[in-house]
């Protein structure tokens, strides 16, 4: 059961007093790894036949799969609000995704992870797609207790012949863009390298959240020139490759920096694989250095019905796995409902932290 893995971290041990088991556990790090589109059948931990995902296996093995993991929407910006505040996206006024020109975003008045465990001393960093609002410095990631970003603004997907806008994808640091065109085939790469730089120089003595929305497998999809042709599943295979190569790459420099031991890592997806694509996103007519999508450049939801932006279960029900060696025991799985929303008052209570209550949380500490 859910309970007995997270309740307090160590609600399995019999000979631990009632005191003891009130108390919270020692500060541990957070890293929350956030696929984008991956579908609840691309993972080969959760059966798909050909995609070789070995570090993320290796995760599960060590940790905890869930069977029954779901998001609070099956589209981007409604299912990150939820991830961060641990309400439905209705609450918090964001059912819909935001777009380039779009003029609204996360409001400065919601609690996010990121300050709720910022206000208890972490050291906080977002690397990735962020898609909550970019209008203005209020909907950034810095004005939401991240005390550092790199990344985009929204979907990889946000500029013509798909989206009807002259705004350009830009990289960002904090709030300044980062001159030049984006290359998308060194978007995982590069969102990796800098998760690592983080990891490697994050302050001793003093835990970190680390989240890593990817951009990727939203199409369109690249993958890396030295990892392109490696997957038996083409292209897409490719890209769900170098997510796990990510993977891999962050657990190492957990591993040599010896964090790996405290630090909770979580991968996830914000919605189900985009395999009903509208023909506006089927164009021919793209700009140069990009290429054609394909109605195979997307995932599968596996044995289930529906996909990205329906209400079947092929749209909120998403791969989850958790690993926090020597508490959560390894080789679990569980077919336990949980959710997005349910991550913020459970890692809040588990770090130590306080729940806001001035305020509706729909997520439950599970």
């Known amino acids: 059961m859910i309970l007995l893995v997270f309740a307090g971290f160590k609600l399995y041990s019999s000979v631990e007093t009632q005191d003891e088991l009130d108390k919270p556990p020692s500060a541990f790090n957070i ?13 080969s931990s959760y059966g798909h036949p050909t995609i070789r995902t070995p570090h993320l296996d290796s995760l599960a093995r060590e940790g905890l799969r869930l069977m029954s993991f779901y998001n609070a929407a099956a589209a981007c ?4 609000a939820a991830l961060l505040t641990g309400r439905y996206p209705k609450r918090v006024g964001l059912p819909g995704v935001i777009m380039p020109d779009s003029e609204h975003g996360l409001s400065g008045e919601e ?20 898609h909550l609002g970019h209008a203005s410095e209020e909907y950034m990631p810095t004005s939401h207790g991240f005390d550092s970003f790199f990344g985009i603004e929204y979907s990889n997907d946000m ?9 350009p994808l830009r990289y960002y640091r904090d709030l300044e863009p980062v001159p030049g065109e984006i290359d998308q085939t060194r978007l995982t790469v590069n969102f990796t390298n800098e998760a690592v730089e983080f990891i ?5 003595g003093s835990p970190f959240f680390l989240y890593l929305p990817y951009a990727m497998p939203h199409v369109p999809v690249y993958a890396p020139e030295e990892r392109q042709g490696l997957s038996l599943a083409g292209k897409y295979g490719d890209v769900i490759e170098t997510i796990d190569w990510s ?12 964090k790996s031991e405290n630090t909770i890592v979580i991968f996830t997806s914000d919605n189900g694989s985009w395999d009903n694509m509208p023909d506006r996103m089927l164009s021919e007519n793209v700009l140069p250095g990009h290429e054609v999508i394909k109605p195979w450049d997307a995932g599968t939801s ?7 932006g329906q209400t079947y279960e092929g749209g909120f029900r998403v791969p989850a796995i958790m690993r926090l060696p020597g508490q959560i ?11 997005t929303m349910d991550l913020f008052p459970t890692l809040i209570k588990a770090a130590g932290g306080t729940l806001p209550d001035d305020r509706t949380i729909d997520g439950n500490d599970v």
């Not at 012949?161 to 705004?167: A, Y």
């Open 31 to 43: 890293v929350l790894l956030f696929a984008d589109d991956l579908g609840y059948g691309d993972l």
């Open 77 to 80: 910006t409604p299912a990150r």
């Open 111 to 130: 609690i996010t992870l990121a300050t709720a465990l910022g206000d208890i001393g972490y050291q906080t960093k977002a690397i990735g797609k962020w």
């Open 159 to 167: 500029l013509r012949p798909w989206v009807q806008t002259d705004r």
């Open 200 to 204: 490697e120089q994050a302050e001793a």
């Open 247 to 258: 993977v891999g790459e962050i657990v190492a420099a957990l591993d040599h920096t010896g």
């Open 302 to 308: 596996g044995l289930l019905r529906g996909s990205k």
């Open 329 to 339: 025991p390894a080789n679990t799985v569980s077919s336990d409902i949980v959710t």
